[in-house]
């Protein structure tokens, strides 16, 4: 599959997939993950690996895009990602959590590089995500916005209100990637992408864990309205 | 009557918009009637969400983040208490700014009741860091207000109201001004915005100094210190009392001073009518503080 949008240069020694894990366990002590400690790996990657034209020598490009973790919680694949990238040292994995360290459990933007929000209360993203998209399109810049969320998140209002509100004003920058790991406490009958499509979005639905799957529903083109990419992890199929 | 802060409000948001490109409108349905006049070249920066407080701040949020200023609106229960994670997360947590402009205030919604009005909102705001804190007492200072906002680099809360002093302060907002010189041995008494005229004219007859602001966070320490006189201060707030005068306190941490404070005492005060008589009710009038001052007993929120 074409990787037109891939900005990797594998001339910084970069990390690959199979490394992501030893990134892991170096920050939780365990050698094999629980599927929730994982639940967002492959799409987290598969965006920095396949479809973020971001790049850690630019980081204040205004024309990079913009990828909004708002499920802050349970961050170590992000981590992960992020140094396996070159955006952070992975020297500083061991030191997770700890007094001096950047890496908290929940991400704080000022203070890791190439980290777009601070997140970490359920239900803060989406909006900010909107807000930036808009930014960007008054401002004419070639970024577009990538916001991961959670099915459990969906749980907070806030983000009914933002969902209505890209929808509703046809913000085709914004890309929201919802990864269903059926934490919900109350469920979601008829489906997630469901609650987008009622409000305008494009909807796809993929395999969490198929790269090839979610570069190809995050590379779906929606110009006039955003896009929603539902990540099943963890289903039994 | 004078222009209302609120109608300055609108004029001066269109001027900033035309002024500077980076200026920002959001909206949650509220108010974006006033602004069907604004020129077709400012209108894709003013952003009504409908009635969604929180995406109103996270997408002011967003908006912040990529280098723009926002200037949000809305009644003052439903900016910042509503929304209030969003305005700690959204904006202070991501390290970025914004102007939130508040109307309704503690009973200019007299016959809306409870639902409409805030008078916590200075308290709330105030446990945000960096936050200066408006509270302008004419629509001239309001116009201040929102132009030093815009231009500066940090977070401002601007607190309209339907109350306002015949004259303005001649001072840059947030100066100490004096408004009356009393004896050396009379109390002092700081009057915060739009309750100034009623606090001079609630001192007629009386030895007592009285001070204005219109900026109660942060206070002018440096002129409450030069200008304040004798062992007593009363703060004299148009909202939940004591909400000001932890930074007047802190201003005056070295003296032996009496500090007093005159505001909102029930919040749930229970009754309608016109904004002039809730705010009697809430003994804001020059009867009401009159009366508190003689009394020289400290009020409490109940």
Same mark, same amino acid.
Request: proline share 5%; hydrophobic share 40%.
């Given at each position: 599959?074409?990787?037109?949008?891939?900005?990797?240069?594998?001339? /910084?020694?970069?990390?690959?997939?199979?490394?992501?894990?030893?990134?892991?366990?170096?920050?939780?002590?365990?050698?094999?993950?629980? %599927?929730?400690?994982?639940?967002?790996?492959?799409?987290?990657?598969?965006?920095?690996? /396949?479809?973020?034209?971001?790049?850690?020598?630019?980081?204040?490009?205004?024309? /990079?895009?913009?990828?909004?973790?708002?499920?802050?919680?349970?961050?170590?694949?992000?981590?992960?990602?992020?140094?396996?990238?070159?955006?952070?040292?992975?020297?500083?994995?061991?030191?997770?959590?700890?007094? %001096?360290?950047?890496?908290?459990?929940?991400?704080?933007?000022?203070?890791?590089?190439?980290?777009?929000?601070?997140?970490?209360?359920?239900?803060?993203?989406?909006?900010?995500?909107?807000?930036?998209?808009?930014?960007?399109?008054?401002?004419?810049?070639?970024?577009?916005?990538?916001?991961?969320?959670?099915?459990?998140?969906?749980?907070?209002?806030?983000?009914?209100?933002?969902?209505?509100?890209?929808?509703?004003?046809?913000?085709?920058?914004?890309?929201?990637?919802?990864?269903?790991?059926?934490?919900?406490?109350?469920?979601?009958?008829?489906?997630?992408?469901? /609650?987008?499509?009622? %409000?305008?979005?494009?909807?796809?639905?993929?395999?969490?864990?198929?790269?090839?799957?979610?570069?190809?529903?995050?590379?779906?083109?929606?110009?006039?309205?955003?896009?929603?990419?539902?990540?099943?992890?963890?289903?039994?199929? | 009557?004078?222009?209302?802060?609120?109608?300055?409000?609108?004029?001066?948001?269109?001027?900033?918009?035309?002024?500077?490109?980076?200026?920002?409108?959001?909206?949650?349905?509220?108010?974006?009637?006033?602004?069907?006049?604004?020129?077709?070249?400012?209108?894709?920066?003013?952003?009504?969400?409908?009635?969604?407080?929180?995406?109103?701040?996270?997408?002011?949020?967003?908006?912040?983040?990529?280098?723009?200023?926002?200037?949000?609106?809305?009644?003052?229960?439903?900016?910042?208490?509503?929304?209030?994670?969003?305005?700690?997360?959204?904006?202070?947590?991501?390290?970025?700014?914004?102007?939130?402009?508040?109307?309704?205030?503690?009973?200019?919604?007299?016959?809306?009741?409870?639902?409409?009005?805030?008078?916590?909102?200075?308290?709330?705001?105030?446990?945000?860091?960096?936050?200066?804190?408006?509270?302008?007492?004419?629509?001239?200072?309001?116009?201040?207000?929102?132009?030093?906002?815009?231009?500066?680099?940090?977070?401002?809360?601007?607190?309209?109201?339907?109350?306002?002093?015949?004259?303005?302060?001649?001072?840059?907002?947030?100066?100490?001004?004096?408004?009356?010189?009393?004896?050396?041995?009379?109390?002092?008494?700081?009057?915060?915005?739009?309750?100034?005229?009623?606090?001079?004219?609630?001192?007629?007859?009386?030895?007592?100094?009285?001070?204005?602001?219109?900026?109660?966070?942060?206070?002018?320490?440096?002129?409450?210190?030069?200008?304040?006189?004798?062992?007593?201060?009363?703060?004299?707030?148009?909202?939940?009392?004591?909400?000001?005068?932890?930074?007047?306190?802190?201003?005056?941490?070295?003296?032996?001073?009496?500090?007093?404070?005159?505001?909102?005492?029930?919040?749930?005060?229970?009754?309608?009518?016109?904004?002039?008589?809730?705010?009697?009710?809430?003994?804001?009038?020059?009867?009401?503080?009159?009366?508190?001052?003689?009394?020289?007993?400290?009020?409490?929120?109940?």
């Amino acid at each position: 599959m074409a990787r037109t949008h891939s900005t990797a240069t594998r001339t /910084r020694n970069e990390l690959d997939y199979g490394d992501l894990r030893v990134l892991m366990s170096v920050m939780t002590g365990d050698e094999k993950h629980s %599927e929730a400690a994982t639940s967002t790996l492959d799409v987290v990657w598969t965006l920095y690996d /396949r479809v973020l034209r971001v790049d850690p020598d630019r980081l204040e490009d205004p024309d /990079r895009d913009r990828f909004f973790l708002s499920k802050g919680h349970g961050p170590m694949a992000y981590y992960a990602v992020l140094a396996a990238k070159g955006f952070i040292d992975p020297a500083i994995l061991a030191g997770f959590s700890t007094a %001096e360290s950047p890496l908290g459990h929940h991400p704080d933007r000022r203070r890791i590089p190439g980290v777009e929000i601070s997140s970490g209360s359920l239900g803060q993203g989406l909006a900010l995500g909107i807000g930036s998209a808009l930014a960007l399109g008054l401002s004419c810049s070639a970024g577009r916005v990538f916001v991961l969320m959670g099915d459990g998140e969906l749980d907070e209002g806030s983000n009914h209100e933002a969902i209505a509100v890209a929808g509703r004003l046809g913000i085709g920058r914004l890309t929201a990637v919802v990864i269903d790991n059926q934490s919900s406490t109350l469920g979601w009958p008829g489906g997630i992408a469901s /609650r987008f499509a009622v %409000e305008g979005w494009a909807t796809r639905v993929v395999d969490g864990r198929n790269h090839d799957e979610i570069e190809h529903a995050l590379t779906t083109t929606h110009i006039d309205g955003p896009l929603a990419v539902v990540a099943e992890v963890g289903r039994k199929r | 009557m004078s222009e209302t802060m609120r109608d300055r409000f609108t004029n001066v948001a269109t001027d900033l918009l035309l002024a500077d490109k980076k200026a920002v409108v959001v909206l949650a349905a509220l108010g974006a009637s006033s602004f069907t006049d604004a020129p077709s070249t400012v209108r894709s920066r003013i952003i009504d969400v409908g009635i969604r407080e929180q995406a109103m701040i996270g997408v002011a949020g967003g908006l912040a983040l990529e280098g723009f200023r926002p200037i949000v609106m809305s009644y003052t229960p439903f900016l910042v208490e509503r929304p209030f994670e969003q305005i700690k997360l959204s904006l202070t947590h991501q390290g970025v700014h914004a102007t939130l402009v508040s109307i309704g205030g503690s009973w200019d919604a007299s016959t809306e009741g409870r639902t409409h009005q805030a008078p916590e909102d200075v308290a709330v705001m105030s446990t945000l860091p960096g936050w200066t804190i408006h509270v302008p007492g004419t629509s001239d200072e309001a116009e201040q207000a929102l132009r030093l906002a815009h231009d500066s680099a940090t977070s401002h809360y601007i607190r309209l109201s339907g109350d306002q002093n015949a004259a303005s302060a001649h001072a840059q907002p947030g100066v100490i001004t004096i408004l009356r010189r009393g004896s050396d041995h009379g109390m002092t008494v700081l009057a915060v915005g739009p309750v100034a005229d009623a606090v001079l004219e609630a001192v007629e007859g009386t030895d007592a100094t009285v001070l204005y602001t219109n900026v109660p966070r942060p206070i002018d320490a440096d002129g409450l210190r030069a200008s304040v006189v004798g062992s007593e201060i009363v703060v004299v707030e148009p909202y939940l009392v004591g909400s000001s005068v932890p930074p007047v306190a802190a201003a005056l941490s070295d003296r032996p001073m009496r500090i007093r404070a005159i505001g909102v005492t029930n919040p749930e005060l229970a009754h309608y009518g016109t904004p002039r008589e809730l705010r009697a009710a809430h003994g804001l009038d020059a009867d009401g503080l009159r009366a508190a001052l003689e009394h020289g007993i400290a009020q409490i929120a109940s």
